[in-house]
């Protein structure tokens, strides 16, 4: 089973499942003669990685990038880049118990319709969050050709439960403060937040629970003029593959949903000259007017569901009988999501904004 993107000659395929030999990539339309830093393609695929610390699952897999193709010496050659990544550390006995019971959350009754009973229930097929290795694999390699070409971009956890960190500032934001946030253990720009929602995780698991989250995203240098309006503007694009991360419920750019609690002299922004540049005195829009960049910082943020996979007992269905039954899902879970999918909503935003620049 896989999953593909295509937007012209760039594409991206996902494959595998979560309890499979193997998941990987395939990517398309990639420049040949590209230099890949590969210790800085496994520095950003270890932001994403289970942590050893209460915040994530145990689940302990190496996640390295075996490139069968399209590199030689480092050297991107233009042709496809396939990246495989080994499973070894499955413990698939754990799903026996539940193999036709629909787990809250999950997708296991909607794929059982969906691909007539053959899809993959182990740790959730290819419906896992497993899945998003590879995506933060091609994701690491967009981010080194988008800078490259002077474009600079992190995420960072904005909330978990109700604890907040501060937002990315909408104009004033520099190359060094987005490195400075991707460095951290947990990727906070307040880092007095960091003990407060470890608590909130730990509480969250001891009552054999879990808890969601906001991710912020922000792009620096991007040119202007870039997109399209309509069905194939940036936020179409950006929204189209930051919505293929597992447990993203919702996305909002630039000041989202506040916009329509605002006058329109309140939300727009009104244009100036700096230094001979046009730029806007603030950044409601996000850095996008009508689908198109407009030059300023492009930021959204993406709404991040609590693990649906969380110990205490529910009430569900045996679909395949069909009756009633309460469920207790064992195995190793995240308590908490957020600080895992920061990289991987990252990720699905440079592919989406490499997509435009090819």
């Known amino acids: 089973m ?36 590969f210790d800085e393609v496994l520095e950003y695929m270890a932001r994403r990685a289970p942590k050893k610390d209460g915040t994530s699952t145990n689940r302990s897999e190496a996640d390295y990038p075996e490139i069968v193709s399209g590199m030689v010496d480092g050297v991107l050659t233009g042709t496809p880049l396939c990246a495989v990544i080994k499973n070894t550390d499955q413990h698939s006995a754990d799903y026996k118990s539940v193999s036709h019971l629909a787990r809250p959350g999950h997708a296991d009754y909607t794929g059982y319709i969906r691909y007539n009973g053959a899809n993959d229930l ?22 080194q050709i988008l800078k490259s070409k002077g474009i600079s971009s992190a995420a960072h956890i904005l909330s978990i439960g109700d604890i907040c960190d501060d937002s990315f500032h909408p104009i004033n934001v520099n190359k060094q403060q987005l490195e400075a946030v991707k460095a951290r253990y947990l990727p906070l720009i307040n880092t007095d937040k960091d003990a407060p929602m470890r608590e909130a995780i730990k509480n969250a698991a001891n009552q054999l629970d879990s808890i969601g989250g906001v991710a912020e995203y ?34 909002e750019f630039g000041i989202g949903f506040e916009a329509s609690r605002m006058k329109g002299s309140q939300n727009n922004d009104e244009f100036c000259l700096e230094n001979g540049n046009i730029k806007t005195r603030t950044n409601n829009h996000g850095g996008i007017l009508g689908g198109i960049s407009s030059g300023m910082p492009i930021i959204f943020r993406a709404a991040i569901k609590p693990t649906p996979s969380i110990a205490r007992a529910q009430n569900t269905v045996e679909y395949t009988v069909p009756e009633e039954q309460t469920l207790e899902i064992k195995g190793r879970h995240d308590p908490c999501i957020v600080p895992r999918a920061v990289p991987c909503i990252e990720s699905a935003a440079n592919l989406a904004l490499l997509s435009y620049l090819l």
């Not at 295509?6 to 040949?32: C, M, Q, T």
């Not at 182990?122 to 981010?143: E, N, Q, Y």
């Not at 309006?229 to 996305?251: H, Y």
């Open 2 to 37: 896989s999953s593909e993107f295509k937007f012209g000659d760039f594409s991206v395929s996902i494959f595998g499942e979560s309890h499979g030999k193997a998941i990987g990539a395939v990517i398309n339309g990639l420049p040949g003669g590209f230099k890949l830093n």
């Open 122 to 143: 182990r740790g959730g097929g290819h419906f896992s969050g497993r899945i998003t290795a590879p995506l933060v694999f091609a994701g690491a390699v967009a981010s």
């Open 218 to 251: 922000c792009c620096i240098g991007f040119p202007v003029g870039i997109g399209s309006p309509m069905f194939d503007g940036i936020e179409n694009r950006i929204s189209q593959l930051v919505f293929g991360v597992p447990a993203v419920k919702g996305i």
